[in-house]
């Protein structure tokens, strides 16, 4: 009973002593954690404008946030009366054990096929990767709408990464009528993509193919290579011009049509084994 | 001649490949006609003609006027050159055009 009475005395003794720091400890750390919050967010702002990789400038933001994380913890421990040279200790071996533990299982987390900023389709969404977390990713879809993607969703489908390569392939088809030049079609195609500044002559150049003989009309493909970023605009404008052109040229696009020939009794068939 | 040889002659010789496009126009500063460009001569050109005849367009639009006087601040005379400053044809019609086309 004595004891007990001893050791609540201890206690006593030490709020006395010692409560003051730790209240005040406490906060350094609260208000140490809002002013770091409000730091990084000014200094994710103001780095964006410098540093264009998405990638790189959320990178360096935390790393800021880590640095000042570790003052404003040092600065509390100190107020709360732990020496120096002890939060020294400590913090240097956390820092080892993070750094080891991740050394050791990094190889066995799964990694997202992609970059913040990237350009990326799984399933039927297409947008663009804004954030990725332990748990989920951020895409902002190109229509405005800010989808959050559990990261267990995304490593279980297909993913295409837009920005994995360099160059994209562009395709322009067009159904001219079967009474139509095709080579003055393909001529046309073909200067078409080769006087586009954004056409590359490297994978490979631009050149038209004759893809079909189909139902209603011969089958035209356009094939050029762009840069992965300007795709959308170039393989537009290419389709527009390709329209334009077509009509400036005479040459005639086909559209689906079904010709129905209708023979009276009197007429003899225009080929062998056709039914009157 | 090597196929290389002859492709390098038809890149040289059959299509010419702008390497960019600037829409030219003619201002009026102080009752004087200055000549000038979007985007600026020191600045990037734009990679694709159809922007640039659009942007043209819209510029015409908007300092169209039915006076007959010129003012201050006065578009005219709007087309596209290409990185050597030599007009091209209206992607649209394939023939040379200047939206608000004025004498000076």
Known sequence: ????????????????????????????????????????????????????????????????????????????????????????????????????????????????????????????????????????????????????????????????????????????????????????????????????????????????????MADNCVKLGGRCWVDNLKYWTTRCELIEKTKLRFDQEGIIIAFPQLDVHHFHGDVSPEFPGEEI | MKVNEALKVIDDGWVRKPKGFRVHFQKQVDSEWVTEYAPGEKEKALDSDVVAWRLAWKLSEARKSDKSENDDGDLVNIYIVDDLGHPIKYYASNQFEVFNRREI
């Open chain 1, 1 to 212: 009973m004595e004891s007990q009475f001893a050791k609540y005395k201890a206690i006593g003794d030490l709020i006395v002593s010692q409560g003051q720091d730790f209240v005040l400890s406490l906060i350094i750390l609260v208000v140490g954690l809002i002013v770091i919050k409000i730091l990084t967010k000014l200094f994710r702002q103001m780095i964006g404008k410098f540093i264009f990789r998405p990638q790189m400038a959320s990178t360096v933001s935390n790393i800021f946030f880590v640095i000042l994380l570790l003052i404003v913890v040092a600065s509390a421990l100190e107020q709360a009366g732990m020496a120096t040279i002890v939060i020294r200790r400590i913090l240097i071996v956390i820092g080892l054990a993070v750094v080891g533990l991740i050394a050791v299982f990094r190889p066995l987390i799964p990694t997202l096929p992609f970059k913040v900023g990237n350009t990326v389709k799984f399933g039927d969404l297409l947008g663009k990767v804004e954030a990725t977390t332990i748990l989920n990713t951020r895409i902002r879809t190109f229509d405005g709408k800010t989808v959050f993607v559990p990261n267990s969703k995304i490593l279980n489908e297909f993913v295409i990464n837009y920005h994995f390569t360099d160059t994209r392939r562009i395709k322009v088809d067009v159904g001219i009528r079967y009474d139509q030049d095709i080579l003055k079609a393909k001529q046309v195609l073909e200067t078409i993509m080769i006087e586009d500044p954004r056409v590359l002559l490297k994978p490979a150049r631009p050149t038209v193919y004759v893809l079909n």
